[in-house]
């Protein structure tokens, strides 16, 4: 045994500076560049302005793509639970058929890039050539389309059957919680079928489907995909498209950050009244070890019910991966897949592209990159506000779940704004995508790794440190080998978030820096929607990869945890 | 084998003071229960003793070494010192051998040595044929039992035990307490151990530190505190008992209304307000009658059975008391003689009626 004198120095935790770095570059990845957006959106000639603020607020061109963005917002959001909610109902509490399935594509409709889900549905419902439209001209002989998916209404369509796995998701965790003997209280004091779900049921389900709602919206107010391949043609805007518009030449940068403070007032003020809903319930009270639920019998219902489940979901999974397997096997994707229509030329043609392959290259090795700075950073700050290491570990926790309201264009436009001058000329490099994907997945990652550390209880360290481990040792064999599988969800939880990034990476990349969203929006400029099917099928096994590696590793549900991200 | 000296220890979390200038001595080789009931700060006394929290002022010293004070705090590594946790923390991931074994690394101990240590104290714990599964495959008594082992293995000068038992069933929790109580007096180590069962503390230790409020009230041997309680709390929280507001009314007798009681104590000042502590077991009952029969110098009352509670070993009487507000709980044997309604006599011993200051 050694003989330990008491110096002064025992008292100094030597991995102090490690947490307060942590710290510090989470402060700097997001003040910064909120910092140069708030700046830059006051800035005039002759020092503060509010005439940028005067100007995009009064010109009614915004003031309509303002407008159009309310009206997708709400009505996506509205029809997001009008799925969502009888979905999460029917799978969580009924006798429902291929209950598990129906989970599952649910969770691949939740994975698939929504831009993605754009791109199938202009094949499926184009108005001239779509294949549903041409498939109704056939059997009806009319001249006209069935539907028109550059409208507002397809747009909402489109975005609504990809965010409604928001509201299920909330919904279906809230059901899976309360048990049946709250129900059979109210029964066995008298309350009917209806009464119970009227006074009981519905009364605890309330802030989780709001929640959902709110999830939804803001979702639909932070895309930049689909409005952008849908609503541009129809000839309107939404803020996010217009966003990226000032940036097309010239770019009028002090325009775009003045015009982005609506949207990331809205979406703050949106996840702000989200945890007040959440917060002033206790969830706590709906749980409860070894909880029977009671399974409610739909009788005759069963299957129209299966029936409206499968329908849902084939307009959000089955048609579109069925359009764009047809599309990346054929010669013209409109034309019925024949022996003479089927080709692999889609496939050499994309892969050997020097655009695609650099695109590929630079996707991996941002998703790589990352996922592990950011799986890395995200534990560090979790372990330190778990542990309650440094003062203001509060702050923290804050700031590491703040990005969910910055929806991707702004952040790129902040980004644009603060790493465009010295001392950080990124723009034009990987690095400053590396930053916006590190800041866009932070929420997620810190949050799954956070629940990580919540479960590895401290007394497990502490009994390490007491037997005469230090605090490095026991972080490495104690913390680390209990925290892996947790921190290998968090890598691959960035990873995906990564690969299918577009908002912010289609205003910060350049020709040189391209990944493979940014290439596939690239391909509907000149129309290869044989080349978008084989780089959007590429990315969707890329993504599937992930999460069945992710559900081995941890041996569960992992998609169904999450519930909140951000949107691609 | 050192003992612990803690001398005016303070730690505050907030505006909330945990533990507020307590002093305490352990001997070396002694047990000591920290009881209180929860918030009291027995549980930040400990971890402040570990070194996991710093103290605001005062200090602990180890022997003539000072562990911690608020110039300095030796971390936890560095003390020599073992803790059972309340939740066992043992690690999921390591086999039962390699949990015991974890602290032999750091204490200097050889391989070969180490093995053959792990294995000895793994025996000692009836767990000799379990070093190679993992927690998750034991039942909760025999995790309770790995993580002794790994707190005794190293053979610490000083060994911690936060609430152990508290996550055990009942009759597994008292067989453990016979055990710890066996372990320590084979080791004789210095032990804190915390508690808020008071049939825990007086099972397993030397002597009892009642806590609260962040200050120890009483501390002395398990008799001692029964018997002889300093204060209404301690009274209450050790053990059950009656207790009756009161007034001097003669040197060794106390009044409240009309009930009079004599008391073991004398020059007590007239009109001064105390409390009587009367032990239920100390109290005899028996028919209005039966009075005759006591022995001299013991109060004997009238009063009537309000309700007789079966408990099997013993039956819990309440009887209130003729002419006065007072409720009594009554412990008599089985079977039970008396039923609501009936009139009783109680024989109070004056020796069993002790005095507490009227106020804490």
């Given at each position: 045994m050694t003989t330990a004198r008491p110096r002064r120095l025992e008292g100094v935790d030597r991995a102090a500076p490690i947490w307060v770095l942590a710290a510090a570059a989470l402060l700097m990845l997001i003040l910064l560049p909120l910092g140069w957006l708030a700046y830059m959106s006051v800035r005039g000639a002759a020092g503060f302005t509010l005439a940028h603020y005067a100007r995009v607020l009064g010109d009614p061109t915004l003031q309509k793509a303002l407008w159009n963005t309310v009206v997708l917002a709400l009505w996506s959001g509205m029809v997001a639970l009008l799925i969502g909610a009888p979905l999460a109902w029917l799978t969580a509490r009924t006798d429902l058929p291929w209950r598990r399935s129906i989970q599952h594509l649910v969770m691949a409709s939740f994975v698939t890039p929504p831009f993605l889900g754009a791109f199938a549905w202009v094949m499926l419902?184009?108005?001239?050539?779509g294949y549903l439209n041409r498939l109704y001209r056939e059997l009806t002989g009319r001249a006209d389309p069935l539907i028109n998916i550059f409208s507002m209404p397809g747009l909402i369509f489109v975005v609504a059957i990809y965010t409604f796995p928001y509201v299920y998701i909330m919904i279906a965790n809230t059901l899976g919680l309360i048990a049946s003997d709250l129900e059979d209280a109210a029964s066995i004091l008298g309350a009917g079928r209806f009464q119970v779900a009227r006074t009981i049921t519905l009364p605890m389900v309330l802030p989780a489907i709001l929640s959902g709602f709110i999830l939804a919206v803001l979702q639909a107010l932070a895309l930049f995909g689909s409005p952008a391949i849908l609503a541009l043609p129809a000839g309107f805007h939404t803020v996010t498209t217009q966003l990226w518009s000032f940036f097309q030449y010239p770019p009028r940068v002090e325009m775009a950050a003045a015009f982005s403070m609506p949207l990331l007032l809205a979406t703050a003020l949106l996840l702000i009244a989200q945890k007040q809903l959440l917060g002033r319930r206790g969830y706590a009270a709906v749980g409860g070890k070894g909880a029977q639920r009671r399974v409610i019998r739909l009788g005759g219902w069963r299957y129209p019910a299966l029936g409206a489940c499968l329908g849902v979901l084939g307009a959000a999974v089955f048609l579109p991966y069925g359009i764009l397997l047809k599309a990346a096997f054929s010669r013209a994707w409109a034309q019925p897949l024949t022996v003479d229509n089927f080709t692999l030329d889609n496939w050499s043609f994309t892969f050997l592209s020097l655009t695609t392959q650099s695109a590929i290259v630079n996707t991996m090795e941002l998703g790589v990159l990352t996922a592990c700075v950011g799986a890395a950073l995200a534990t560090m700050l979790a372990y330190v506000t778990n542990r309650r290491i440094i003062a203001g570990h509060q702050v923290l926790a804050f700031l590491a779940v703040?990005?969910?309201?910055?929806p991707g264009v702004v952040l790129a436009v902040a980004l644009f704004v603060a790493y465009t001058r010295p001392p950080f000329l990124l723009y034009g490099t990987l690095w400053i995508l590396f930053l916006a994907y590190l800041t866009k997945e932070m929420p997620v990652g810190y949050s799954q790794s956070d629940a990580t550390l919540r479960g590895i209880h401290p007394e497990l360290e502490e009994a390490g440190r007491i037997l005469g481990a230090g605090r490095f040792r026991v972080l490495r064999e104690i913390t680390a080998p209990l925290a892996r599988s947790g921190i290998i969800a968090t890598w691959c939880f960035v990873f995906i978030g990564v690969i299918r990034e577009l908002s912010a990476s289609i205003i910060l990349f350049s020709p040189n820096t391209k990944v493979i969203s940014v290439v596939i929006f690239d391909l509907k400029e000149e129309g290869q929607f044989g080349a978008i099917a084989v780089l959007g099928i590429f990315m969707l096994v890329m993504t599937f990869v992930t999460v069945v590696v992710m559900q081995t590793l941890l041996g569960?549900?992992?998609?169904?945890?999450?519930?909140a991200g951000g949107a691609a | 084998m050192p003992g612990i000296t803690i001398t005016g220890l303070t730690k505050r979390f907030g505006e909330v003071g945990a533990v507020v200038g307590l002093d305490l001595a352990v001997r070396p080789g002694e047990l000591v229960a920290l009881l209180g009931p929860s918030g009291c700060g027995k549980t930040t006394t400990l971890r402040l003793v570990a070194g996991f929290l710093a103290p605001e002022a005062g200090e602990i010293r180890v022997g003539d070494r000072v562990l911690s004070s608020p110039a300095l705090v030796v971390p936890p590594e560095r003390r020599r010192m073992a803790m059972i946790f309340q939740s066992y923390a043992?690690?999921?991931?390591?086999?039962v051998a390699q949990n015991v074994a974890y602290g032999l690394r750091f204490a200097g101990v050889g391989r070969a040595d180490r093995d053959r240590r792990v294995d000895e104290m793994l025996r000692a714990v009836q767990l000799g044929a379990y070093g190679a599964r993992y927690p998750g495959e034991l039942s909760g008594g025999q995790q309770q039992r790995v993580a002794v082992a790994r707190a005794l293995v190293v053979e610490p000068e000083i060994l911690l035990l936060d609430e152990?038992?508290?996550?055990?069933d009942a009759s597994l929790r008292e067989e453990m307490r016979f055990e710890i109580r066996r372990l320590h007096e084979r080791f004789a180590i210095t032990t804190l151990y915390v508690t808020h069962d008071q049939a825990e503390a007086m099972v397993i230790s030397d002597r009892v530190a009642v806590l609260r409020e962040g200050r120890v009230v009483q501390i002395g041997p398990p008799e001692e505190l029964f018997e002889h309680p300093r204060t209404r709390f301690v009274a209450e929280f050790v053990g059950k008992t009656n207790l009756i507001d009161a007034v001097a009314d003669g040197a060794r007798s106390v009044a409240r209304g009309d009930l009079r009681l004599r008391v073991a104590a004398d020059g007590l000042a007239p009109r001064a307000p105390v409390v009587v502590s009367i032990r239920p077991h100390q109290i005899a009952i028996g028919p209005p009658a039966g009075a005759a029969a006591a022995p001299a110098g013991a109060n004997v009352l009238a009063g009537a059975i309000v309700r007789a509670s079966y408990l099997g070993e013993m039956v819990d009487y309440q009887v209130r008391l003729e002419g006065s507000d007072v409720v009594l709980r009554v412990t008599g044997p089985t079977p039970a003689r008396a039923r609501p309604g009936d009139a009783v006599a109680v024989t109070v011993p004056a020796e069993a009626c002790v005095l507490l200051p009227a106020v804490d």
């Amino acid at each position: 045994m050694t003989t330990a004198r008491p110096r002064r120095l025992e008292g100094v935790d030597r991995a102090a500076p490690i947490w307060v770095l942590a710290a510090a570059a989470l402060l700097m990845l997001i003040l910064l560049p909120l910092g140069w957006l708030a700046y830059m959106s006051v800035r005039g000639a002759a020092g503060f302005t509010l005439a940028h603020y005067a100007r995009v607020l009064g010109d009614p061109t915004l003031q309509k793509a303002l407008w159009n963005t309310v009206v997708l917002a709400l009505w996506s959001g509205m029809v997001a639970l009008l799925i969502g909610a009888p979905l999460a109902w029917l799978t969580a509490r009924t006798d429902l058929p291929w209950r598990r399935s129906i989970q599952h594509l649910v969770m691949a409709s939740f994975v698939t890039p929504p831009f993605l889900g754009a791109f199938a549905w202009v094949m499926l419902a184009g108005p001239n050539a779509g294949y549903l439209n041409r498939l109704y001209r056939e059997l009806t002989g009319r001249a006209d389309p069935l539907i028109n998916i550059f409208s507002m209404p397809g747009l909402i369509f489109v975005v609504a059957i990809y965010t409604f796995p928001y509201v299920y998701i909330m919904i279906a965790n809230t059901l899976g919680l309360i048990a049946s003997d709250l129900e059979d209280a109210a029964s066995i004091l008298g309350a009917g079928r209806f009464q119970v779900a009227r006074t009981i049921t519905l009364p605890m389900v309330l802030p989780a489907i709001l929640s959902g709602f709110i999830l939804a919206v803001l979702q639909a107010l932070a895309l930049f995909g689909s409005p952008a391949i849908l609503a541009l043609p129809a000839g309107f805007h939404t803020v996010t498209t217009q966003l990226w518009s000032f940036f097309q030449y010239p770019p009028r940068v002090e325009m775009a950050a003045a015009f982005s403070m609506p949207l990331l007032l809205a979406t703050a003020l949106l996840l702000i009244a989200q945890k007040q809903l959440l917060g002033r319930r206790g969830y706590a009270a709906v749980g409860g070890k070894g909880a029977q639920r009671r399974v409610i019998r739909l009788g005759g219902w069963r299957y129209p019910a299966l029936g409206a489940c499968l329908g849902v979901l084939g307009a959000a999974v089955f048609l579109p991966y069925g359009i764009l397997l047809k599309a990346a096997f054929s010669r013209a994707w409109a034309q019925p897949l024949t022996v003479d229509n089927f080709t692999l030329d889609n496939w050499s043609f994309t892969f050997l592209s020097l655009t695609t392959q650099s695109a590929i290259v630079n996707t991996m090795e941002l998703g790589v990159l990352t996922a592990c700075v950011g799986a890395a950073l995200a534990t560090m700050l979790a372990y330190v506000t778990n542990r309650r290491i440094i003062a203001g570990h509060q702050v923290l926790a804050f700031l590491a779940v703040a990005p969910v309201v910055i929806p991707g264009v702004v952040l790129a436009v902040a980004l644009f704004v603060a790493y465009t001058r010295p001392p950080f000329l990124l723009y034009g490099t990987l690095w400053i995508l590396f930053l916006a994907y590190l800041t866009k997945e932070m929420p997620v990652g810190y949050s799954q790794s956070d629940a990580t550390l919540r479960g590895i209880h401290p007394e497990l360290e502490e009994a390490g440190r007491i037997l005469g481990a230090g605090r490095f040792r026991v972080l490495r064999e104690i913390t680390a080998p209990l925290a892996r599988s947790g921190i290998i969800a968090t890598w691959c939880f960035v990873f995906i978030g990564v690969i299918r990034e577009l908002s912010a990476s289609i205003i910060l990349f350049s020709p040189n820096t391209k990944v493979i969203s940014v290439v596939i929006f690239d391909l509907k400029e000149e129309g290869q929607f044989g080349a978008i099917a084989v780089l959007g099928i590429f990315m969707l096994v890329m993504t599937f990869v992930t999460v069945v590696v992710m559900q081995t590793l941890l041996g569960r549900d992992v998609m169904g945890g999450r519930q909140a991200g951000g949107a691609a | 084998m050192p003992g612990i000296t803690i001398t005016g220890l303070t730690k505050r979390f907030g505006e909330v003071g945990a533990v507020v200038g307590l002093d305490l001595a352990v001997r070396p080789g002694e047990l000591v229960a920290l009881l209180g009931p929860s918030g009291c700060g027995k549980t930040t006394t400990l971890r402040l003793v570990a070194g996991f929290l710093a103290p605001e002022a005062g200090e602990i010293r180890v022997g003539d070494r000072v562990l911690s004070s608020p110039a300095l705090v030796v971390p936890p590594e560095r003390r020599r010192m073992a803790m059972i946790f309340q939740s066992y923390a043992l690690w999921p991931h390591m086999t039962v051998a390699q949990n015991v074994a974890y602290g032999l690394r750091f204490a200097g101990v050889g391989r070969a040595d180490r093995d053959r240590r792990v294995d000895e104290m793994l025996r000692a714990v009836q767990l000799g044929a379990y070093g190679a599964r993992y927690p998750g495959e034991l039942s909760g008594g025999q995790q309770q039992r790995v993580a002794v082992a790994r707190a005794l293995v190293v053979e610490p000068e000083i060994l911690l035990l936060d609430e152990p038992l508290s996550n055990l069933d009942a009759s597994l929790r008292e067989e453990m307490r016979f055990e710890i109580r066996r372990l320590h007096e084979r080791f004789a180590i210095t032990t804190l151990y915390v508690t808020h069962d008071q049939a825990e503390a007086m099972v397993i230790s030397d002597r009892v530190a009642v806590l609260r409020e962040g200050r120890v009230v009483q501390i002395g041997p398990p008799e001692e505190l029964f018997e002889h309680p300093r204060t209404r709390f301690v009274a209450e929280f050790v053990g059950k008992t009656n207790l009756i507001d009161a007034v001097a009314d003669g040197a060794r007798s106390v009044a409240r209304g009309d009930l009079r009681l004599r008391v073991a104590a004398d020059g007590l000042a007239p009109r001064a307000p105390v409390v009587v502590s009367i032990r239920p077991h100390q109290i005899a009952i028996g028919p209005p009658a039966g009075a005759a029969a006591a022995p001299a110098g013991a109060n004997v009352l009238a009063g009537a059975i309000v309700r007789a509670s079966y408990l099997g070993e013993m039956v819990d009487y309440q009887v209130r008391l003729e002419g006065s507000d007072v409720v009594l709980r009554v412990t008599g044997p089985t079977p039970a003689r008396a039923r609501p309604g009936d009139a009783v006599a109680v024989t109070v011993p004056a020796e069993a009626c002790v005095l507490l200051p009227a106020v804490d």
